[in-house]
Antibody
Framework: QVQLQESGPGLVKPSQTLSLTCTVSGGSISSGGYYWSWIRQHPGKGLEWIGY???????YYNPSLRSRVTMSVDTSKNQFSLKLSSVTAADTAVYYC???????????????WGQGTLVTVSS | DIQMTQSPSSLSASVGDRVTITCRASQAISTYLAWFQQKPGKAPKSLIYAASSLQSGVPSKFSGSGSGTDFTLTISSLQPEDFATYYC?????????FGGGTKVEIK
C-alpha cells in the first residue's frame, strides 16, 4: 500500500518561497504509471489542485498558480517536491501530496493522499 | 476550468438515514467524476471513481450515479463513522477541480 508523507517548514515569511517535499513509500515513483501531485486546502475551505509531476519530469500546473509553482522529482530518494514563490497570507493552507492514477480514460484522478501539512505565511 | 457545484453545502441526518448529495459540473464531463470523504483533521479518502465505481475497500453502502453534468452520491444507511465532509472532483480535463463540499452532520 503506497504511503505519502509531506515535510517542510510550517512557517514561511511573506514574499519568500514555500518548499515542501513528499516522500513516497510502498511503491517506486520511477516505476511509472502514476502521476504525483500537490493539492491544498485553505483553512475551513475546499480543495485546490496545484498540479502534477511524472517521474520523467513532465509537469502540469494549475494556470491559477502556474507563474509561481515549480515541481521537481528525485527518483533516487523516491521523493517529489513543490516550490511556491512570492507567497502571501492567501497561500496559508494545508498542503497535501497525492498520487494520481488513470482509471480507464479521462485525465488522472487522485487515489492516495498524504496526511497533509499546514503551512502558515506570516512575518 | 470546469466548475463543480455541490448541494446542499451541509445537511443534518440521523443514524440509519439514507442521504443523497448532488454534484453538478459546469460542462459535460462524461463519467469522469470522483467522490472523496474527509473527516476533521484528516486527509480526504477516495470513495468512488468513474461516477459509480467503488474504490477497493469502500463499503457498498456508498453508491454513485450520473453522467454528463449531474451526479449523486448516496449513503444507504448513515452510520456514526460516515459523519464527514464529502467532495466531488472532475477529472475530465486539467486542471482537476473539486466541488465546495457537503458537510454531513448528526441531527
Amino acid at each position: 500500500q503506497v504511503q505519502l508523507q509531506e515535510s517542510g517548514p510550517g512557517l514561511v515569511k511573506p514574499s519568500q518561497t514555500l518548499s515542501l517535499t513528499c516522500t513516497v513509500s510502498g511503491g517506486s515513483i520511477s516505476s511509472g504509471g502514476y502521476y504525483w501531485s500537490w493539492i491544498r486546502q485553505h483553512p475551513g475551505k475546499g480543495l485546490e489542485w496545484i498540479g502534477y509531476i511524472y517521474y520523467s519530469g513532465t509537469t502540469y500546473y494549475n494556470p491559477s498558480l502556474r507563474s509561481r509553482v515549480t515541481m521537481s522529482v528525485d527518483t533516487s530518494k523516491n521523493q517529489f517536491s513543490l516550490k511556491l514563490s512570492s507567497v502571501t497570507a492567501a497561500d496559508t493552507a494545508v498542503y497535501y501530496c497525492a498520487r494520481e492514477a488513470y482509471y480507464g480514460s479521462g485525465s488522472t484522478t487522485t487515489d492516495h493522499w498524504g496526511q497533509g501539512t499546514l503551512v502558515t505565511v506570516s512575518s | 476550468d470546469i466548475q463543480m457545484t455541490q448541494s446542499p453545502s451541509s445537511l443534518s441526518a440521523s443514524v440509519g438515514d439514507r442521504v443523497t448529495i448532488t454534484c453538478r459540473a459546469s460542462q459535460a464531463i462524461s463519467t469522469y467524476l470522483a467522490w472523496f470523504q474527509q473527516k476533521p483533521g484528516k486527509a480526504p479518502k477516495s470513495l468512488i471513481y468513474a461516477a459509480s465505481s467503488l474504490q477497493s475497500g469502500v463499503p457498498s453502502k456508498f453508491s454513485g450515479s450520473g453522467s454528463g453534468t449531474d451526479f449523486t452520491l448516496t449513503i444507504s444507511s448513515l452510520q456514526p463513522e460516515d459523519f464527514a465532509t464529502y467532495y466531488c472532483q472532475q477529472y475530465n480535463s486539467y486542471p482537476l477541480t473539486f466541488g465546495g463540499g457537503t458537510k454531513v452532520e448528526i441531527k
